[in-house]
């Protein structure tokens, strides 16, 4: 059973940064299988959406294309840890982050293949 801690998550102008840790008690590597790490959010009132994903064999990366450029997914294999890298926040990125590892599915961002997922990490952006 993997299991997934987030944090790094809290209050932070419009404009700012913010950095989102993803630890994991593993990285799952099965042969002939793509399994990898996604992050996605879910605001209030609205439905979760896929922010970004990671191979977890190779390091590939893709992401949604609303997000991409201002978001930056990397990992650290002797933390077993992912992150997410936010930057020039605005209001509208307010929600709670989520992030989650499975095997990889052409419709990652709606969380199709993804088994385990963390507790989440609220973000709140304001002046």
Known sequence: QVQLAESGGGLVQPGGSLRLSCAASEFILEDGVTYGVGWFRQAPGKEREGISWINNRDGKTEYA???EGRFTISRDNGKNTVYLQMNSLNTEDT???YCA???YSAYWTHGYGMNYWGQGTQVTVSS
């Open 65 to 67: 294309d609303s997000l």
């Open 101 to 103: 590892m499975g095997v």
């Open 95 to 97: 929600a709670v982050y």
